[in-house]
């Protein structure tokens, strides 16, 4: 017969063994999500959350550990380096969400395109990194190139949002291109702005006349003219017809905007030069007030030459012509300087403008110059709705819209120069 003692002693270790079990359970567990949180943490240390690329904290960790594998065993590898050309216009214009969207589906592209073995990281907001291990040269720019050709027919984003994307992309390899961290990353930025000057073309050492990140021996002034120049023409040929391409649209749709820019561009480069704009800043107000408003062709006729006055939905269809016009060049790559100025040249010195309701300083000053020659020419101009105003009331309206609409110290240098005007302009 068992004892009571026993039976306690019994009962006591069946419970203290039940005990121990589910304790064991329980670490077992927390020992799990402990592994899974270390899992997901290792994972956002090194993984952009927006793209799921890599990050450029581990592009970095990559490269020195391919730099120091390729020194061992006399390996090769290539570097590319892509960034997304104008992107800061494709959030203003389609919102950061959109931005976004293209942003994924850019990533999902480049995925698609790359080698399993490379290793693919989003940089910054717009750059992107491949780490090309085991490849030379020729096989970096070729793989450039394939995505330079599949972008001309593909767009990324989602409905209305969808946009064609222009790339700037330079390429490095080692070790003709250098033998450390430092010199390989810094050729790469000289290969990738290289690429943006020269409309897209794939950057690399040997179109640059560089190897391992320093100048080959020849007259370093030769080297700024040459660069000077080159940024000078930037403007080049094909860029010029276009600008008379679409002012000829604008003129098809509305007689008076040909003619009010005319006088527009007059205006506005004279204020410029009384701010002593370099010439190439004065290239930019000139090009930028003869296209202020070019997204006039993307607004309905009906709106656009209504005699009467304009309804709020109608207005709002107005309000729209600078976000069109800025699509319409953001693609021209020798234009991308003026865009600013076309796209803000509606907002108002207090905020109260559209598309964006900027204000003060945080408007380019070329836009605020354009501002105040768009608003002159439109009040003395004749209009279905009103008559024009005499110049010296059109003078006066201007004023009196000093440090509301428009930038005081743009108004007192329009004063300053539209009395030497008044005869070049027939405003007499």
């Not at 290792?42 to 390729?70: G, K, Q």
């Not at 790339?167 to 390899?173: A, M, T």
């Not at 080159?230 to 040929?237: A, E, G, R, Y």
């Not at 109608?314 to 060049?329: A, T």
């Amino acid at each position: 017969m068992v004892s009571p003692l026993n039976l306690v002693l019994v009962s006591l270790t069946i419970l203290l063994t039940l005990w121990v079990t589910h304790l064991i359970n329980k670490i077992n567990e927390a020992y799990k999500r402990l592994s899974s949180l270390n899992t997901k943490l290792l994972r956002y240390s090194i993984i952009d959350p927006l793209t799921e690329l890599y990050n450029y904290r581990y592009f970095l960790r990559v490269l020195h550990s391919t730099l120091e594998r390729a020194k061992r065993y006399g390996e090769k590898f290539s570097v590319i380096k892509i960034d997304i050309e104008l992107f800061k216009s494709i959030n203003a214009i389609y919102g950061v969400f959109s931005g976004d969207d293209i942003l994924r589906d850019f990533s999902g592209f480049l995925k698609s395109v790359v080698r399993t073995s490379d290793v693919l990281a989003r940089l910054e907001d717009d750059e992107f990194g491949i780490i090309m291990s085991q490849a030379g040269k020729k096989e970096a720019v070729a793989l450039g190139e394939r995505i330079k050709e599949t972008l001309l027919f593909r767009q990324f984003g989602r409905d209305k949002g969808k946009v064609n994307l222009r790339l700037s992309i330079g390429v490095v390899s080692f070790p003709e291109d250098g033998l450390s961290e430092i010199e390989l990353l810094s050729l790469l930025d000289r290969c990738m702005e290289y690429s943006k000057d020269t409309g897209g073309k794939v950057g690399t050492s040997e179109v640059l006349g560089e190897r391992g990140g320093r100048a080959v021996d020849f007259d370093s002034i030769t080297r700024i003219k040459d660069k000077i120049s080159l940024i000078h023409t930037s403007l080049d040929k094909t860029a010029i017809e276009s600008i008379f391409a679409f002012a000829n649209a604008i003129k098809a749709k509305d007689l008076y905007t040909s003619e009010h820019t005319e006088r527009t561009v007059k205006i506005a480069s004279a204020i410029g030069e009384m701010f002593n704009f370099p010439p190439r800043r004065m290239e930019i107000i000139e090009y930028a007030s003869r296209l202020h408003d070019l997204g006039k062709v993307g607004v309905p006729e009906s709106v656009l030459l209504k005699p009467g006055r304009l309804s709020r939905e109608e207005f709002e269809q107005i309000k729209k012509h600078p976000i069109i016009g800025v699509e319409i060049l953001r693609p021209i790559h020798e234009l991308s300087l003026i865009i600013p100025s076309i796209l803000y040249h509606h907002e108002w010195f207090n905020g109260k403008g559209y598309p964006y309701g900027m204000a003060r300083k945080d408007i380019p000053l070329e836009a605020r110059i354009i501002a105040v020659a768009d608003c002159f020419q439109a009040l003395i101009s004749e209009r279905p709705y009103r008559k024009a105003y005499s110049l010296e009331e059109a003078i006066n309206l201007i004023v009196s819209e000093s440090e509301v609409h428009f930038d005081p110290e743009v108004v007192d240098v329009f004063c300053n120069v539209i009395e030497k005007l008044k005869e070049p302009l027939n405003l007499l």
